[in-house]
Nanobody
Framework: QVQLVESGGGLVEPGGSLRLACAASGIAFSANTMGWYRQAPGKQREWVAGIGRSASTNYADSIKGRFTISRDNAKNTMYLQMNSLKPEDTAIYYC?????????WGRGTQVTVSS
């Protein structure tokens, strides 16, 4: 059974940092290109960052230079280090395969950036 479990979200002030994690089970994690997505209130889910099997990375323009995606294939886990957070980064963050989200979405992890 495929499971994608996101964690690490929370409430942070503007300029702060958070590190998200995505634990995957039931999939050949190391064989998948993976990505982080987010959905802000009242908006459609959007792609944020992607990482290839060889750890090559791609980022949406809105977060480039502030967020860093990484993966640990031995732990079947992907990470998103988020620095210099802005109020507009407030959203529920999800992980899935990328560029096509092949798997059922997890519950996500809420990130709220507010003073």
């Amino acid at each position: 059974q495929v499971q994608l479990v996101e964690s690490g979200g929370g409430l942070v002030e503007p300029g702060g940092s958070l590190r998200l994690a995505c634990a995957a089970s039931g999939i050949a994690f190391s064989a998948n290109t993976m990505g982080w997505y987010r959905q802000a209130p009242g908006k459609q889910r959007e792609w944020v960052a992607g990482i290839g099997r060889s750890a090559s990375t791609n980022y949406a323009d809105s977060i480039k230079g502030r967020f860093t995606i990484s993966r640990d294939n031995a732990k079947n886990t992907m990470y998103l280090q988020m620095n210099s957070l802005k109020p507009e980064d407030t959203a529920i963050y999800y992980c899935n395969s990328w560029p096509f989200s092949k798997y059922a979405w997890g519950r996500g992890t809420q990130v709220t950036v507010s003073s």
